[in-house]
């Protein structure tokens, strides 16, 4: 059975890092074919890709969020981190990781949610 | 502004079949498969539907999904009062080298 869990800080300050942690059990990210993606979800507001990595680690990013955004993996923990840096209130939002199989986002992490605020 | 382009909303009454589009263009949609994700109301998103058609284990055969050319389709029949959610298409974008989401439709069972 195949879980993801997000785990970060609740509450950042503008223009700070936020670094969040994607923990998963049930799957290998060094199996082929497998990554690990980043979404998140505004208040009210759809969902939005951020950033994916795969078993290979090939990297990709959203464009527009391309500058700030670095995503990472720790094989043997069975962990992805992402680090957004200069954060603004815009960034506030519920941030899901998901279980990529290899491009639709098949499993879920229940989301953790930040606040951009100072 | 979302890539893919979906109503806002829309809404059916018990029993009867709703369908929700997903229009894209050729470098995502025309390209690729799409997959269709729906979000119950405080939950985290789950998917429904993935290559275009396909169903995961679990989810009732009243969800079907399909696409021609540009546009994909979601229809849900027999419409029961727990499938009141927001439901969103995704595929792959070939010009973005990422995925990309539609702005969510919001379900309404009346």
């Known amino acids: 059975q195949i879980t993801l869990k997000e785990s970060g800080p609740t509450l950042v300050k503008p223009t700070q890092t936020l670094t969040l942690t994607c923990s998963f059990s049930?799957?290998?990210?060094?199996?082929?074919?497998?990554?690990v993606g980043w979404i998140r979800q505004p208040p009210g507001k759809a969902l939005e890709w951020l950033a994916l990595?795969?078993?290979?680690?090939?990297?990709r990013y959203r464009p527009s969020l391309r500058s700030r955004l670095t995503i990472a993996k720790d094989t043997p923990k069975n962990q992805v981190i992402l680090t957004m840096t200069n954060v603004d209130p815009v960034d506030t939002g519920t941030y899901y990781c998901?279980?990529?199989?290899?491009?639709?986002?098949?499993?879920w992490g229940q989301g953790t949610t930040v606040t951009v605020s100072s | 502004q979302s890539v893919l382009t979906q109503p806002p909303s829309a809404s059916g009454t018990r029993g009867q079949r709703v369908t929700i589009s997903c229009s894209g263009s050729r470098s995502n949609i025309g390209s690729n498969s799409v997959n269709w994700y729906q979000q119950l109301p405080g939950a985290a998103p789950k998917l429904l539907i993935y290559?275009?058609?396909e169903r995961p284990s679990g989810v009732p055969a009243r969800f079907s999904g399909s696409k021609s050319g540009t546009s994909a389709s979601l229809a849900i029949s027999g419409l029961q009062s727990e499938d009141e959610a927001d439901y969103y298409c995704g595929t792959w974008d070939d010009s973005l080298t990422g995925p990309v989401f539609g702005g969510g439709t919001k379900l309404t069972v009346l």
């Open positions: 290559i275009n058609d």
């Open positions: 990595i795969y078993w290979d680690d090939d990297k």
């Open positions: 049930g799957f290998s990210l060094s199996t082929s074919g497998v990554g």
């Open positions: 998901a279980h990529t199989n290899p491009r639709a986002f098949e499993i």
